[in-house]
């Protein structure tokens, strides 16, 4: 088996580039050399070699030259094509930028030969696996899977195959679509199939934390920085050293830090509040905001210039009844996960409650889903398949889903809003949602007929200009 594979020699030296590869051709691989950087970049892509075993100081194009373009290249290094670098002493320096760069291993010159073969070894091992792993991966996602995420759809698979792309490498993402549909589901994805996916994966909701702790939850601070900073924390840049760091909400985030992050993007370098000294950080960022990113800059809730810095690529996540084609998978696949939490032997889901969930809107999107089936596998007796009897009794009554207008489900309530307004606007959107059925609003609000109709009478009193947003 080692007999195939390839690996590419670049050694500016002659005699040391002859030794090299009658080396490595000894223990059985097939071997190619290059003179120079550009010459192994040729070669890399002409040849397809496995493993590329080259010296740091090459003219042309230096070994740090070469990782830089096959980094670029590959939106970070794949794991298909390992580096090993080979450094003279005393440049350990160099060693480590090649490590950062995504080089498999390095060695120093000169060239102690049992090490060479043993890492040469664990690449093609390691290489095995992956490509192992790559097949399982793509017999899943062509059956509708990727991780945890469902979805046979061409949406859903177009999103499959750009987080497939974009997972190894180490650029912001910004991961936008209403609530429910699977942003934070993609971010742990994305952390999942990516190098990182041994160290840490950390959520933040920004829109949870008060604005006056914010700053102090994500970037740390030392004893004493403010009041009440009896101890030094660390932030979640910290925790999510080396793995991902999810921004979640970054819409809500207040102005001031938002461009405080912007700095420690730019700079990958890390201060905690009152503190001295600044720390290298190693943490990839992905972000999400359920807001159109266009509007919240507009409208001045997200800075452009965060905005432009982390949507280096958009992943945007339909709202379910955009793909209503993937609800009997995703059903099926819930269902399993159900009878899994709550150790139960539901047999399936009858074609009656498909059709019946095909012809809803969907406003909560696939948490709803969820919610809808958990409630029903609780309900339902082991064996049998789940049935329409198993829904909620106000299910039906819902609104199909081409009456049903995305933003009826949810109410913005911005900062500065008065308690009295939102009430207002709460009980407004829900005798709409209801056909201006008052019984069914109040049933719904929780407060007794009575009390909806003395504040229906107060707002008939003081009607405001524009009391719908
Ligand atoms: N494609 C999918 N396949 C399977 N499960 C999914 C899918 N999308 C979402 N889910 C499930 O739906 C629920 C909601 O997903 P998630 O929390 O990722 O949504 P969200 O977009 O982050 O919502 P919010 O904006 O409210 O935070 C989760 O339980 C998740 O596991
Ligand atoms: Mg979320």
């Not at 914010?214 to 970037?219: G, Y």
């Not at 996960?337 to 709550?342: G, I, P």
């Not at 809808?372 to 049935?387: F, K, Q, S, Y």
Request: charge should be neutral.
């Amino acid at each position: 088996m080692q007999n195939a594979v390839k690996v590419l020699i670049a050694e500016d030296e002659p005699n040391a580039l002859m030794g090299l590869a009658e080396l490595i051709s000894g223990w059985g691989y097939r071997t190619e050399t290059a003179r120079d950087g550009i010459e192994a970049w040729n070669k890399i892509l002409a040849w397809d070699p496995s493993i590329v075993v080259t010296d740091l100081k090459m003219p042309n194009l230096d070994g740090i030259g070469l990782l830089t373009r096959l980094s670029e290249q590959h939106n970070g290094l794949n794991s298909n094509l390992a580096v090993v670098v080979l450094t003279a002493m005393g440049s350990i320096q160099l060693a480590v930028e090649a490590m950062k760069l995504g080089a498999y291993d390095f060695l120093q010159k000169p060239v102690d030969a049992t090490r060479l073969r043993t890492i040469l070894g664990n690449a093609t091992r390691q290489r095995e696996t992956e490509i192992e792993l790559e097949v399982a991966r793509r017999r899943l996602r062509e059956s509708g899977v990727l991780g945890s995420l469902v979805g046979n759809s061409k949406v859903m698979r177009e999103i499959f195959g750009l987080i497939e792309q974009i997972a190894p490498s180490n650029v912001h993402v910004l991961i936008t679509g209403e609530s429910g549909t699977g942003k934070e589901l993609v971010a742990r994805t994305l952390h999942d199939l990516s190098p990182r996916k041994t160290k840490p994966f950390v959520g933040v909701n920004c829109a949870a934390i008060p604005e006056t702790l914010i700053e102090s939850e994500i970037f740390g601070h030392e004893k004493g920085a403010f009041t009440g900073a009896a101890e030094r924390r660390s932030g979640c840049f910290e925790l999510a050293a080396g793995g991902s760091l999810l921004l979640d909400e970054i819409g809500e985030m207040p102005n001031g830090t938002q461009a405080k992050l912007l700095r420690v993007l730019e700079e990958r370098k890390l201060r905690r509040l009152g503190g001295r000294n600044e720390q290298e950080i190693d943490v990839r960022v992905l972000a999400a905001t359920n807001r159109d990113p266009n509007t919240a800059v507009a409208e001045g809730h997200l800075r452009a210039d965060l905005y432009y810095r982390l949507n280096v690529f958009n992943i945007h996540m339909p709202p379910l009844r955009d793909h209503m084609e993937d609800l009997p998978l995703m059903a099926e696949s819930i269902l399993a996960q159900m009878n899994d939490k709550h150790n139960r032997r539901v047999s399936g889901v009858a074609q009656s409650m498909i059709d019946r969930m095909m012809g809803y809107g969907w406003p909560g999107n696939v948490r709803e889903l969820r919610n809808t089936i958990e409630r029903a596998v609780i309900l339902c007796p082991d064996g049998a398949p789940l049935d329409v009897g198993h829904l909620a009794p106000g299910f039906a009554k819902q609104q199909p889903a081409a009456a049903h207008s995305s933003n009826q489900s949810m109410i913005p309530v911005h900062v500065g809003t008065t308690v009295d307004e939102a009430e207002r606007l709460l009980i407004q959107r829900t005798l709409e949602a209801t056909g201006q059925n008052k019984t069914r609003a109040a049933e719904i609000l929780g407060v007794s007929l009575k009390t909806l109709h003395n504040k229906l009478k107060e707002y008939s009193r003081t009607r405001p200009e524009n009391s719908t947003d």
